[in-house]
C-alpha cells in the first residue's frame, strides 16, 4: 500500500481566499482524521469519520471549516474565508478502527498572508 | 477531558548515549498510550504503543517505553542514540472507550537533538 497521501504539500494564499485540501487514505481503512499543527506545539484533533459518517467535529473548529468524506475513500477539508491563524500543518490519519494505530500523511502546510 | 504533558521540549544528548523522554498523562477514564516520531518535512511515524499487557513495550529503532499507571508516566528511552535518531517525538493518549473514541490527543513534543 502507498499510505496515506496529501494534497498540495504546501498551499499560500491570501487572506480572505477559501482553500480546500485533500486525502486520500489506505484503502481499506475505515477510519479518517484531520489534525491541525501549529509551531512548536502537537498535532490538534479537528474532526473525523467513520466510513462517510462525520462523527465528531472539534470545538477548534470554526464554522469557516468543513470536512467531507463522500464516499468513504477520500476526504476534503475546506477553510473558507482564510485568516491568518489558520497558517497551520494540516495532517490526515486513518485507521482500520478506533483503536488501531493511525497512519500519518506528510501534511499540507498552509502560508495564509 | 484527557490531557498529555511532554516535560521536555529539547533534550541534547550526544552520539550513543542513552536517553529519556519523559510524558504523562492525564484522564478520567482508560487510555491506550502511543509514541510517534517526526522527522523534518515528514509525516508522524508510529514508534510504539501500549494498549494491554506487559508494562514495557517494545517499538522500532531500538526505543523502549514503560507504562507506569500510578505515576500516570510513559516514558520513552533509548540505550544507545545514534544521529539518525534527531527528530521531534510525540506522545500521545487515545480514550480506551466512550465519547471521542479514536481521537488522539497529543503532548507538544520533544526535540531530540543527537551530537556526534
Known amino acids: 500500500d502507498t499510505g496515506v497521501s496529501q494534497d498540495p504539500r504546501h498551499k499560500i494564499t491570501k487572506r480572505g481566499q477559501n482553500v480546500t485540501f485533500r486525502c486520500d487514505p489506505i484503502?481499506?481503512?475505515?477510519?479518517l482524521y484531520w489534525y491541525r499543527q501549529t509551531l512548536g506545539q502537537g498535532p490538534e484533533f479537528l474532526t473525523y469519520?467513520?466510513?462517510?459518517?462525520?462523527?465528531?467535529k472539534s470545538r477548534l473548529l470554526s464554522d469557516r471549516f468543513s470536512a467531507e468524506r463522500p464516499k468513504g475513500s477520500f476526504s476534503t477539508l475546506e477553510i473558507q474565508r482564510t485568516e491568518q491563524g489558520d497558517s497551520a500543518m494540516y495532517l490526515c490519519?486513518?485507521?482500520?478502527?478506533?483503536?488501531?494505530?493511525?497512519?500519518f500523511g506528510p501534511g499540507t502546510r498552509l502560508t495564509v498572508t | 477531558a484527557q490531557s498529555v504533558t511532554q516535560l521536555d521540549s529539547q533534550v541534547p544528548v550526544f552520539e550513543e548515549a542513552p536517553v529519556e523522554l519523559r510524558c504523562n498523562y492525564s484522564?478520567?477514564?482508560?487510555?491506550?498510550l502511543f509514541w510517534y516520531v517526526q522527522y523534518p518535512n515528514q509525516g508522524l511515524q508510529l514508534l510504539l504503543k501500549?494498549?494491554?499487557?506487559?508494562?514495557l513495550v517494545k517499538g522500532i529503532n531500538g526505543f523502549e517505553a514503560e507504562f507506569n499507571k500510578s505515576q500516570t508516566s510513559f516514558h520513552l528511552r533509548k540505550p544507545s542514540v545514534h544521529i539518525s535518531d534527531t527528530a521531534e517525538y510525540f506522545c500521545?493518549?487515545?480514550?480506551?472507550?466512550?465519547?471521542?473514541?479514536?481521537?488522539?490527543?497529543f503532548g507538544q513534543g520533544t526535540i531530540l537533538t543527537v551530537h556526534p
Open positions: 500521545a493518549a487515545l480514550r480506551a472507550g466512550g465519547t471521542s473514541y479514536g481521537k488522539l490527543t
Open positions: 469519520f467513520q466510513n462517510e459518517a462525520q462523527l465528531e
Open positions: 501500549y494498549l494491554s499487557g506487559s508494562t
Open positions: 490519519a486513518s485507521s482500520l478502527t478506533g483503536v488501531d494505530e493511525q497512519y
Open positions: 484503502s481499506e481503512h475505515n477510519r
Open positions: 484522564s478520567s477514564v482508560s487510555v491506550y
